[in-house]
Structures are given as structure tokens and as C-alpha cells.
């Protein structure tokens, strides 16, 4: 192999490794706030069975709904 093409080859080698890295990289933010996501539904589903709860128990009052 000529000075060159190794040049080359390791040139080519270095950007496909570094366009992988960005690719990983931003593949991890997408799955980070994919999880942060979830997790804020899941609170807020915590949180409404909360409500309901209460509802049901008298602790929080009632509600009078009229159409």
C-alpha cells in the first residue's frame, strides 16, 4: 500500500469512526429523553391515582358537577 492511500484510508478510517460516535451519541440524548419522558408520565399517573383516591375516600372534599 502507498504512503497515500494508507493516508487515505486511515483519513477515511478516522471519519467513519467519528460520524459512529456522534451517531451513538446522539442516539443516547434520544433515549434520555425518551426515559425522562416516561418517567414524568408514570408520575403523573401516580399522581392522578392519588386524586382518585382521595376522591373516593372524602379526604380532599367533593366536587359538584351540573351540566
Known sequence: MDPV????WA???ARSSTSFQVQV???KKA???ERA???AMVELIRQAAEV???LSTGEAGSIDVYA
Open 11 to 13: 483519513s477515511s478510517l
Open 52 to 54: 382518585g383516591e382521595s
Open 25 to 27: 451519541a446522539v442516539a
Open 5 to 8: 492511500s494508507a493516508s487515505a
Open 31 to 33: 433515549m434520555d429523553s
Open 37 to 39: 419522558q416516561g418517567d
